[in-house]
Each structure stands twice: as structure tokens, then as C-alpha cells.
């Protein structure tokens, strides 16, 4: 069973009632405007845990990896009690996978959870995580691509800021690895630019930006990946999008299914809402030989450019070896004609 037969399959679980944040709003770490809530800061010599909340690893070495990414950042590892389990495509049973991330969450000497891998399967937990418990324990959650079914609903749930980056046994080569340092234990308000690089080329021609509508504006992040977000139409795990920059990726998703993408988006409202935009890569998602079909730029031109929004793509983000590391509900300004986009106010408690 591939991600799209997956993800059509557990949409009516997604529309199931979550559980409610309950009178959390005042928790301590909340920030004063927008309602998020921020999460603990980390440092050399925390622990963290480390959960699968997906798919399982197709080989246990990867689980091993991911720990030894950890301990190398610095950190003590707890794993998730069923993170190496395995059911069908799955990292063990539901209630198993959303066990662990609750522990985690509840844990006092936990301070970040890291997901193993994406793949599929979150959406199937998110009326099983405790966001009782999460509001009154903000962590730092890290993890891309499925994961995004976890951040949009914690986000929705909790308003927790939460990490959309490198997943623990995916690639943590010196740029993941440098910008992780600088956000998390540096604190730094970062600001993400695309590499400038034209290796042996008369001019650069990888990591390019190219924008779509020019222009500036000031708001927070929300967004992931698109195939993950759209499955949540109609649930209560949907953020919000009203005033804030969508950003986006994907992997392996022929053009005629990102253009229905969009288009559940717009006919949702939710590109309606937005003050800017942000895509990312869109990796392997070539048309097959043989299709009429429209390219991503006339998808986009399409369904962005009418909005008349600040927006541009090619950002470093998605399934690719370096890719930043973006605080879901962060508040960022983005540039659309440089190509850039900048934190303006912590993303973390202290």
C-alpha cells in the first residue's frame, strides 16, 4: 500500500473528535499574541526521546543511526518504548506508536521528542495523543515529511511551536547538523536563505528561488507537507491559516495530483486566508512519459499568483539532504524577492 491508497483509507479517521486542549491556554510558555505556545529550550546534555510514529525502518541499523545522530548533537537518548516495533508498514500498533509520544511529552526528564522517520501512518494517531499533556509539557517536536500530521495537529490542538527538519535517521550532514546547533542551543533567530553555491557552473542553477509575487510580510509559519496537510481537510487537526505563511513540499507526486492539492486548498478557503507563500521542493514529482501536463510553475502560477500574496519557491525545504529546519508557528518575515524568510521573535521559552 503506497502513502496516497494510505492517507484515502485514514481520512474518515481523521475526522474522528479529537480530544480537547481542555483550559491549558494559560499554561506557562504560552506566548503572549497569536496563542502559541512555546516550547522548552534545549542544551548539551538534555535528553530527549526518540519515537516512530510512522513507518517502520526498513533496517534496524537506521534506528541505531538515529541515536547516534542524537548522542553526537549531545544529548542523552531515551527510546520510545515500541520505537522499534512493526506492524504491516507501521512502527507497531496505533495505540502503541501514540503511547510513546504521550510518555514523552509526560516524561519530566524529556526534553525534545525526535522523530525516527516519516513514511505513513501519523494521521491514524492523532485522536489518541493526549494534548492535555502536551500543552502542560511543551517540547520541542522534530520531524518532517508525515510528521507534518503531527505538527499541524498539535498545532491546531495546543498551539505549540514545533520543528518541520530532519527526521533522526535521515541526513545529518554539516548544514543540518550546524543549523540545528544555531537554532536550538544558540537560540538564534534564524534567517533562511538558500545556499549560494554554483559549483563549477557560469551561475548557480541549484537551491535557485525564483518568485512568484514580490513583496514582504510578517507572519507565523504553518504548513509541511502537502500530500499529509490536504488529508486533514475537514478534521479538527487543521491549523489555522489566516494571517500566516503557508509553506509547502512534497515527494514523488505526479502534477495533475499537486494541482488537486492545491485545489482542495483553495476550495477549503485556506489560500484564501494566507498572507504568504512559501513551496519548497517538490522531489521526483516529474509528469510520467506520455502526459499532457501542466509543470509546477503553471500550478502555481495558477493557485498562487492570483492571490497577489508575497510568495516565491526553490526554498531549501522538503525531501532533500540539506533542508532547514522551520518552527511550525514560528512568527517570520519572508522576503519574496530575495527569496529569503527570517525569524523575528523566539521560538523557545527563556
Known amino acids: 500500500m503506497d502513502r496516497r491508497q494510505f492517507l484515502g483509507r485514514t481520512a474518515l479517521a481523521a475526522?474522528?473528535?479529537a480530544l480537547g486542549a481542555g483550559g491549558l491556554v494559560t499554561t506557562q510558555g504560552r506566548a503572549a499574541s497569536g496563542g502559541r505556545l512555546l516550547p522548552v529550550a534545549l542544551n548539551p546534555g538534555d535528553t530527549v526521546a526518540l519515537?516512530?510514529?510512522?513507518?517502520?525502518?526498513?533496517?534496524?541499523?537506521d534506528l541505531q543511526l538515529a541515536r547516534e545522530v542524537l548522542e553526537a548533537l549531545g544529548f542523552r537518548v531515551k527510546t520510545g518504548a515500541h520505537y522499534g516495533d512493526r506492524r504491516g508498514?507501521?512502527?507497531?500498533?496505533?495505540?502503541?506508536?501514540?503511547?510513546?509520544?504521550?510518555?514523552?511529552?509526560?516524561d519530566p526528564e524529556t526534553r525534545a521528542v525526535v522523530c525516527v522517520r516519516g513514511g505513513s501512518g501519523g494521521a491514524r494517531l492523532l485522536p489518541l495523543l493526549d494534548y492535555d499533556?502536551?500543552?502542560?509539557?511543551?517540547?520541542?517536536?522534530?520531524?518532517?515529511s508525515d510528521v507534518t500530521a503531527l505538527h499541524c495537529a498539535i498545532s491546531a490542538r495546543t498551539g505549540l511551536v514545533t520543528f518541520h527538519g530532519p527526521n533522526g535517521s535521515g541526513s545529518w550532514n554539516r548544514f543540518n547538523a550546524d543549523q540545528f546547533r544555531r537554532l536550538f542551543f544558540d537560540r538564534e533567530l534564524m534567517d533562511y536563505r538558500?545556499?549560494?553555491?554554483?559549483?563549477?557552473?557560469?551561475?548557480?542553477?541549484?537551491?535557485?528561488?525564483?518568485?512568484?509575487?514580490?513583496?514582504?510580510?510578517?507572519?507565523?509559519l504553518v504548513g509541511g507537507n502537502l500530500t499529509v496537510l490536504t488529508a486533514l481537510a475537514g478534521s479538527p487537526y487543521m491549523p489555522d491559516f489566516s494571517g500566516r505563511i503557508l509553506f509547502l513540499e512534497d515527494v514523488s507526486e505526479a502534477?495533475?495530483?499537486?494541482?488537486?492539492?492545491?485545489?482542495?486548498?483553495?476550495?477549503?478557503g485556506a489560500l484564501d486566508r494566507i498572507a504568504g507563500f512559501i513551496f519548497g521542493e517538490c522531489t521526483n514529482c516529474d509528469p510520467g512519459r506520455g502526459h499532457g501536463s501542466l509543470t509546477l510553475e503553471q500550478i502555481l502560477d495558477d493557485h498562487i499568483r492570483p492571490l497577489g500574496i508575497p510568495a516565491y519557491r526553490?526554498?531549501?525545504?522538503?525531501?532533500?539532504?540539506q533542508q532547514f529546519i522551520v518552527p511550525v508557528g514560528g512568527m517570520a518575515e519572508m522576503d519574496a524577492d530575495a527569496g529569503t524568510f527570517r525569524l523575528v521573535e523566539p521560538v523557545f521559552q527563556g
Open 15 to 17: 475526522l474522528l473528535p
Open 51 to 61: 519515537v516512530s510514529p510512522s513507518s517502520a525502518v526498513d533496517d534496524s541499523l
Open 89 to 106: 508498514h507501521l512502527a507497531g500498533a496505533d495505540a502503541a506508536r501514540a503511547d510513546d509520544i504521550n510518555a514523552a511529552f509526560a
Open 133 to 144: 499533556v502536551i500543552a502542560a509539557n511543551p517540547k520541542a517536536l522534530l520531524g518532517y
Open 194 to 220: 538558500n545556499i549560494d553555491d554554483a559549483g563549477d557552473e557560469l551561475v548557480q542553477r541549484r537551491n535557485r528561488t525564483v518568485t512568484i509575487t514580490g513583496g514582504k510580510v510578517r507572519g507565523q
Open 255 to 268: 502534477p495533475y495530483r499537486v494541482d488537486r492539492m492545491f485545489s482542495t486548498l483553495k476550495l477549503m
Open 314 to 321: 526553490g526554498a531549501m525545504i522538503g525531501h532533500i539532504r
